[in-house]
């Protein structure tokens, strides 16, 4: 599974800003899809998951801003996110989890990275 994301960039706060991520490849394994962040100097950490089904999970400083969606026909995972703060500032990732190549087992796959940068 190969992922590309799309739609970083620089806002003010307050601001938003709506990320993408199309899965190509092996799609029709996907389960989870999530979005991850890293600020400079800081582990990465999980910001939103959808769960095939459409479950969705948030981490706590997202919460009520931050809104995870995916379109299975499209393979693509979206991240709106709204009312940005400057400690919102990190590289995004894309992460979907997916069989590997013999089918078997469930494997993370990442995307690279897209910068999302808010000025206050």
């Known amino acids: 599974v190969q992922l590309q994301a799309s739609g970083g960039g620089s806002v003010q706060a307050g601001g938003s800003l709506r990320l993408s991520c199309v899965a190509s490849?092996?799609?029709?394994?996907?389960?989870?899809m999530s979005w991850y962040r890293q600020a400079v100097g800081k582990q990465r950490d999980v910001v939103a998951s959808?769960?095939?089904?459409?479950?969705?999970d948030y981490a706590d400083p997202v919460k009520g801003r931050f809104t995870i969606t995916r379109d299975n026909a499209k393979n693509t995972v979206y991240l709106q996110m709204n009312n940005l703060k400057p400690e919102d500032t990190a590289v995004y990732y894309c992460?979907?989890?997916?069989?590997?190549?013999?089918?078997?087992?469930?494997?993370?796959?990442w995307g690279k990275g897209t910068q999302v940068t808010v000025s206050s």
């Open positions: 992460n979907v989890d997916a069989l590997d190549s013999s089918g078997s087992f469930y494997k993370n796959y």
């Open positions: 490849g092996s799609t029709s394994s996907i389960n989870v």
């Open positions: 959808i769960a095939s089904g459409g479950g969705t």
